[in-house]
T-cell receptor
Framework: ELKVEQNPLFLSMQEGKNYTIYCNYS?????LYWYRQDPGKSLESLFV?????AVKQEGRLMASLDTKARLSTLHITAAVHDLSATYFC?????????FGAGTRLTVKP | GAVVSQHPSWVICKSGTSVKIECRSL??????MFWYRQFPKQSLMLMAT?????????EQGVEKDKFLINHASLTLSTLTVTSAHPEDSSFYIC????????????FGPGTRLTVT
């Protein structure tokens, strides 16, 4: 069974600081997704990573994928308050999509 | 970008009644749609995968007779919660996979169900 582990589960950081969220998964997959969820809302797609070594950046967020290590990272650069949300990674294996537990990020001024 | 709608966005019903939730892909065709349930402060749990024109595939532990899924067309899937109980109260989210770009999955805005 495909398992997706995300850490940390909770992250409180100061504005302007950098941090990385990690996503490990148990089965070979070449589709890795990162989503953002605000309270009471659905998911907003951030990144789709489709190949080993893929790196994508949007604003202060950068995601990477290492399929050999079965690891994806979401790096936050110079955090701002607007980034406060819950971030999920998800892995797709044979049309079976599994989500990590989520990382609840709080950025403090 | 591709849009997935859900209706209703929230619903309150009494125990024992049934509730239907619609999921529509508005500007693309979706051969596969997914239904998720999310409890407060938890992750999304896949309930079932719905393919157009065929029976849905349910995850282990999800009662197919209680959560009826119909994927009638390439743009519409419905989830009916039958004989609802308070423990069915949750946030239900659908997603749709683009037939043309099948690595993309678009999420609906969710339906908050409260069973009293």
């Amino acid at each position: 069974e495909l398992k997706v582990e995300q850490n940390p589960l909770f992250l409180s950081m100061q504005e302007g600081k950098n941090y990385t969220i990690y996503c490990n998964y148990s089965t070979t997959s070449d589709r890795l997704y990162w989503y953002r969820q605000d309270p009471g809302k659905s998911l907003e797609s951030l990144f789709v990573l489709l190949s080993n070594g893929a790196v994508k950046q949007e604003g202060r967020l950068m995601a990477s994928l290492d399929t050999k290590a079965r690891l994806s990272t979401l790096h936050i650069t110079a955090a701002v308050h607007d980034l406060s949300a819950t971030y999920f990674c998800a892995v797709d294996h044979n049309n079976d999509m599994r989500f990590g537990a989520g990382t609840r990020l709080t950025v403090k001024p | 970008g591709a849009v997935v709608s859900q209706h209703p966005s929230w619903v309150i019903c009494k125990s024992g009644t049934s509730v239907k939730i619609e999921c529509r892909s508005l500007d693309f065709q979706a051969t596969t749609m997914f239904w998720y349930r999310q409890f407060p402060k938890q992750s999304l749990m896949l309930m079932a995968t719905s393919n157009e024109g065929s029976k849905a595939t349910y995850e282990q532990g999800v009662e197919k007779d209680k959560f009826l899924i119909n994927h009638a067309s390439l743009t519409l899937s419905t989830l009916t919660v039958t004989s609802a109980h308070p423990e069915d109260s949750s946030f239900y989210i659908c997603s749709a996979r683009d037939q043309e770009f099948d690595y993309e999955q678009y999420f609906g805005p969710g339906t908050r169900l409260t069973v009293t």
